[in-house]
Structures are given as C-alpha cells and as structure tokens.
C-alpha cells in the first residue's frame, strides 16, 4: 500500500482501522481471520470481494434493462405468454433494479467508512469505467442443443 493514488489493481488506500478504533469501532484489519495473511494481503482480498459483488449488481442492473427494453421476463428470457401479466413483471423488475442499486449505494457507504469517502467515490470510479458490453445470452440459449434448429431464440 502505498500513500500515493491508488489503482486498485496492486495499491490500495490505506484504512481509517486508527480513527475507527479510537471511536470505539472496528475496522477492517479487525476483521482478518487469516493470522498467517499480511495487512496487504487481507486488504487486496477485501478489494476483490467488493470489486466483484459491484460487478455482479452491475451486470444485473444492466440484464434487468435489457429485459425492459425487450419486454422479456429476466427468470425465462421470454416474452410473458399473456400480454397483461406484462405490467406486474415490469412492475417487479423496476423494483428489483431499486433494491439493487440501494445495496449498490450501501457497499460503498460500508467501502467508505472503513477506506474514506474520497477513496470510495474513486474505487467506484475505477469500477464503472467502461467496458466492452456483451450480449446476454437469455436461459432458453444456455440450455438448447446447439443442433436442433428449432431451438435457437429469435
């Protein structure tokens, strides 16, 4: 770790664990379980912990938009049977996609604490820079045998 900018890929900002402490709180090198693993090594680990749940909720969000944008149902990767049934499942998927960006906003509120602010807000950064996007395969696709011609989606 070094007191420089970090970049999150082999240096990270150094926790608030002093300031914590002295407030009666624990900080992240509190919560080692590893004895044998180094302050840099626990720390790196937690980086990837956090790194990889943004990611995941990220990739949600953006498989939930693209469920609306295409009318599909996000368990099946199909249009609903029946048109009316439609309202409840955007319904469901606008309110899944609240939930999950709160608990996205709650990570790094918890990144923040141990870490800082400032180090949160550019941790996030370095998370949503863009990336390639890849097409979603739906269910359907991940369960088809590639040579029957009936079962490749529209």
Same mark, same amino acid.
């Given at each position: 770790?070094?007191?420089?900018?970090?970049?999150?890929?082999?240096?990270?900002?150094?926790?608030?664990?002093?300031?914590?402490?002295? @407030?009666? +709180? *624990?900080?992240?090198?509190?919560?080692?379980? /590893?004895?044998?693993?180094s302050?840099?090594?626990?720390? &790196?680990? !937690?980086?990837?912990?956090?790194?990889?749940?943004?990611?995941d909720?990220?990739?949600?969000?953006?498989?939930?938009d693209?469920?609306?944008?295409?009318?599909?149902?996000?368990?099946?990767?199909?249009?609903?049977?029946?048109?009316?049934?439609?309202?409840?499942i955007?319904?469901?998927?606008?309110?899944?996609?609240? @939930?999950? +960006? *709160?608990?996205?906003?709650?990570?790094?509120? /918890?990144?923040?604490?141990?870490?800082?602010?400032?180090? &949160?807000? !550019?941790f996030?950064?370095?998370?949503?820079?863009?990336?390639?996007?890849?097409?979603?395969?739906?269910?359907?696709?991940?369960?088809?045998?590639?040579?029957?011609?009936?079962?490749?989606?529209?």
């Open positions: 770790m070094t007191p420089s900018a970090p970049d999150f890929a082999h240096t990270f900002p150094r926790p608030r664990d002093e300031e914590l402490n002295r @407030a009666g +709180r *624990q900080g992240i090198l509190d919560q080692k379980e /590893d004895d044998t693993q302050d840099d090594e626990w720390i &790196a680990f !937690q980086h990837r912990c956090w790194s990889e749940e943004f990611q909720g990220l990739l949600t969000l953006d498989y939930l693209f469920c609306l944008e295409r009318g599909l149902h996000p368990a099946t990767g199909a249009r609903p049977r029946r048109l009316t049934k439609w309202t409840h955007e319904q469901d998927i606008k309110t899944e996609q609240t @939930a999950l +960006r *709160q608990h996205l906003d709650a990570l790094f509120d /918890d990144y923040g604490n141990y870490f800082g602010d400032e180090a &949160a807000q !550019q996030r950064t370095f998370l949503t820079q863009p990336t390639p996007r890849t097409d979603f395969a739906v269910q359907r696709d991940l369960f088809a045998d590639p040579t029957d011609p009936c079962a490749a989606s529209d």
